[in-house]
Structures are given as structure tokens and as C-alpha cells.
Nanobody, 128 residues
Framework: QVQLVESGGGLVQAGGSLRLSCAAS????????MGWFRQAPGKEREFVSVVTWDDGRIYYADSVKGRFTISRDRAKNTGYLEMNLLKAEETAVYYCAASFRYFVDMDFYSDPIHYASWGQGTQVTVSS
């Protein structure tokens, strides 16, 4: 079992930046990938980005390419999501999640069904 704890959310003006962190504990050796999702009120959970834990392959949603950067520090069992040029419509609760499955096709990681552990979420509010 893997436990995930997000941090780094907050209030930022449009165009600003935030860095989210996701600390993993427990059976971290089972993690194949760490993904980030977000959910705005009244909307479905949306894929943001994913990084594979061992080989560092990265995949982004089109909406965040060029503005968000995902990374991980395996020594610290922590993943990060650097968010720049934030937009008001990106206000949401941001979740990190751990997948215990390996996919060659990174697109599979955009489906929440492939993640077994989830953090509690961190609120990101972007004011316009």
C-alpha cells in the first residue's frame, strides 16, 4: 500500500506560478508512475501529467504543455508539478496518484482507472 500527501496549493493570481509536491510513503517500490489530476467543482477529474518512476518518461495533457513541468525525486519518494502561467479556469483541487502498472503507451496513464493510490488533494485557486 502507498500513501500520498500533496502540498503546495494556494491562491495565486492569473499568470502566476505554484509548485505542488506529492510525498509517497509505504510500498513505494511498487510505484511505476505518478500522475497529477485536477477536479474543478461540478466537473469530472481531469488528467494533467504523469511521470514514470524508474525511467522518467513524461506525458502532458495538451492544455498544460509548455506551462507545467512534472518531475520526481526517487531518493525522496516525492513528485513535483511546477505550474506556470496559471489561468483562472485552472482553479481546482489537484490530486497526485500512484500507478502500479507499466504502460509503454503513456496515454493509458491519462485514465484515472489505472491508479491505485490517491492523495487527499490540494486546492489551487487562480484569481483573475
Amino acid at each position: 500500500q502507498v500513501q500520498l500527501v500533496e502540498s503546495g496549493g494556494g491562491l495565486v493570481q492569473a499568470g502566476g506560478s505554484l509548485r505542488l509536491s506529492c510525498a509517497a510513503s509505504g510500498r513505494t517500490q511498487d510505484i511505476f508512475a505518478m500522475g497529477w489530476f485536477r477536479q474543478a467543482p461540478g466537473k469530472e477529474r481531469e488528467f494533467v501529467s504523469v511521470v514514470t518512476w524508474d525511467d522518467g518518461r513524461i506525458y502532458y495533457a495538451d492544455s498544460v504543455k509548455g506551462r507545467f513541468t512534472i518531475s520526481r525525486d526517487r531518493a525522496k519518494n516525492t513528485g513535483y508539478l511546477e505550474m506556470n502561467l496559471l489561468k483562472a479556469e485552472e482553479t481546482a483541487v489537484y490530486y497526485c496518484a500512484a500507478s502500479f502498472r507499466y504502460f509503454v503507451d503513456m496515454d493509458f496513464y491519462s485514465d484515472p482507472i489505472h491508479y491505485a493510490s490517491w492523495g487527499q488533494g490540494t486546492q489551487v485557486t487562480v484569481s483573475s
